[in-house]
């Protein structure tokens, strides 16, 4: 183990920097799930969901910016099984990782 005075020690906001910047080189990529806590607001300039693999249980957050989910008809629901076209993101100040999904289409029901 390195003594301290041989350790890299990253302030938490310049890791989250570090990592967002890493983070933003992965391209656009198709992802599906289970639209599951879907939350929407006219206030909000975006919607928030999960996307769950109902498989293994394993959970994406979703970001998408509400014009975009508005464009969709008749709008995704909970329960519904989805591809989504996005990619990672992280929101620095939380360091909290999201998908931000600019696409989706529908693939059919899930098991909800």
């Not at 967002?20 to 992802?31: C, E, H, L, P, Q």
């Not at 769950?52 to 909970?78: H, N, W, Y």
Request: glycine fraction near 8%; charge should be positive.
């Amino acid at each position: 183990m390195l003594g301290a005075s041989e350790r890299k020690v990253y302030p938490v906001a310049a890791f989250n920097r570090r990592l967002a910047t890493y983070v933003g080189r992965v391209r656009d990529v198709w992802v599906e799930g289970e639209v599951s806590e879907l939350r929407t607001n006219a206030a909000w300039a975006n919607v928030f969901l999960t996307l769950k693999d109902s498989g293994s249980g394993a959970c994406l957050p979703v970001t998408m910016q509400r014009r975009r989910f508005d464009a969709i008809t008749p709008a995704p629901v909970e329960g519904e099984r989805v591809q989504a076209l996005g990619r990672l993101q992280l929101y620095e100040a939380r360091g909290e990782l999201s998908f931000r999904v600019t696409a989706v289409e529908r693939v059919g029901a899930g098991d909800h």
